[in-house]
């Protein structure tokens, strides 16, 4: 897995943020898929991803605070939390997935009640 290499969103991605803000109170003005880069975090293989509007670098971005949360259930039963949050400016910043026993994510799943 490569750090601090930035790549377009994967489909399953865009569909678990698209979730994310629809339960949050924030709009977004942009195209998640044409917009928005990411970049892996060092998290164990969880699958959380800093997150980069276009025209946004990483230099002096500060943690602003959660706006959505979600659970699903990993394809080996296990519980995943979902959340997005933004930065003090209020542009998304991480889309932080906790996997509960740590271990690495095998697929975000098609449906996430």
């Keep these: 897995m490569e750090y601090n290499k930035m790549r377009k969103l994967l489909k399953d991605e865009v569909r678990l943020l698209e979730l994310l803000i629809k339960k949050s109170s924030i709009i977004i003005s942009y195209n998640l898929e044409e917009d928005l880069e990411a970049e892996i975090?060092?998290?164990?293989?969880?699958?959380?991803?800093?997150?980069?509007?276009?025209?946004?670098?990483?230099?002096?971005?500060?943690?602003?605070?959660?706006?959505?949360?979600?659970?699903?259930?990993?394809s080996d039963g296990i519980d995943v939390i979902a959340s997005l949050n933004i930065d003090d400016k209020g542009e998304l910043f991480e889309l932080d997935i906790w996997k509960t026993d740590f271990s690495s994510l095998i697929r975000i799943p098609e449906i996430i009640s």
């Design 41 to 74: 975090m060092n998290d164990g293989g969880m699958g959380s991803l800093k997150l980069f509007p276009k025209g946004i670098s990483s230099d002096n971005r500060v943690f602003g605070k959660q706006i959505a949360e979600c659970m699903f259930l990993d």
